[in-house]
């Protein structure tokens, strides 16, 4: 609905652009006219000022004025000149009186003062003290302003074609630029969940751009739904595993328990080992879910909370541990995020390094690092990425008796890296794995 108020951009751009152009034209017109304007004032004033020199030059006499008033006007028939001398005498060019008469009901306008305008015509006046004689003179405008004038209005003209052919251009323009804006959207809503790509314009880099970050992205979105759907795959499978064992087993009870009672501890024993199995497997998927939940952050004694979870374990365990723990060591988690990163690791340890020492470090340098290393089968190169994996579990163990879902490790580096840190596996030395933690310092 809303979408109907929106203006395309099509039409937007080209109101803009005109708008622009528009001011533009205008700005150059102001500009023409105050040029144009400029160069009329200074050839008539060049005009002017060489009639005043010319008269200077000449050095009139009283008797003369009259003649000199007269061959000047003779040269050209616009210019009218006055000549008042101080004792009242006054001399006109040709048909000067009348001129003089009317421009001194003329108008003037500021700045250009010498301009005087009597209806429609345009006149430059000028007046100068020579001797003493005080000397007025009129030159017509009128031809030079009337050409001027004309070059505006063609001007004018040309400016409104521009204008015109302009908008049509840029419409065009914009039109077929914001063509693949459409043509990009009407393919982004016929895109389908699995398959199928934007076409990638390669004349726009901004649309380029715009086209490859999606098609990366919707790239990323449908392997991130395939894993989903392999996760949620894998899960059942995982579940339905022990069930199918349990009923089983509760099936060889109901059948064979009074003729063969001995099956029965036996099966119970089993149906109890899949059960944890059950167990164990939804909490760690429940774990697995709200690993992004950000609450109850605290600051926490993380040298003593490992130190604890490793005395607990050493105490059920009778394992050996070497601890290297940098004292007071802060920092600010969920506890049980960092209870649960630690039980993993060491868990790990004592199932898949079923001898030898385990050695659990925390320092402090740039980072904080966390280390448990055991000397046990070990992890080939191959593997060290996909342990991470949910539900992945490297074949020997998943074969073997060891307990296991294969999402403890996962569960780990989800946790880490919701507090900014990485995690890495290296090899032990003679054997056995490292896990090293680092996490940002705070
Ligand atoms: P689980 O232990 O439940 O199988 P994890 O996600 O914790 O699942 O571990 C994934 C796999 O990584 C394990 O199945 C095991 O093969 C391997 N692994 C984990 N920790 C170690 C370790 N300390 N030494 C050798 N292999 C390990």
New binding site residues.
Partial sequence: MLMKNKQTAKRQLTVRFMGLFALILLLMNLIFVGISVAFVYDYVSDRSEHIFDTIENSEPSRQSWSDLVNSYVIQDEGEALQVRLSNGETYYSEDAAETFNDVSEGKTIPFLEHFVFVDDDRYYYEEKEIDDAEVSLIIDSEAIADITINLLMVNLLLNIMGLIVGAVLIYWMVGRWSQKLSKMSTELNQLDETQGYLTVPEDLQEIYQVAMAFNTLLEKQREAIKREKQFVSDASHELRTPIAAIRGHMNLIQRRSETHPEVIPQSLAFIDKESKRIELLSEQLLTLGRVENKNNLEMIDFSSLVTQEVEDLQLSSERDFILQIEPEIYFKAAKTDLQQIIQ?LLE??L???PTGEIKVSLQKNDKINLQVA?Q????ADEEKEK?FERL???DP?RSSEIN???????IVKALVTKYGGDIQVEDNKPKG?IFIIHFPKK
């Fill in positions: 993993n790990n340890a199932k898949y390094a055991d046990g089968i070990g992890i342990i992945y579990r490297i163990s296991g879902s294969g999402i403890g490790l996962s794995t």
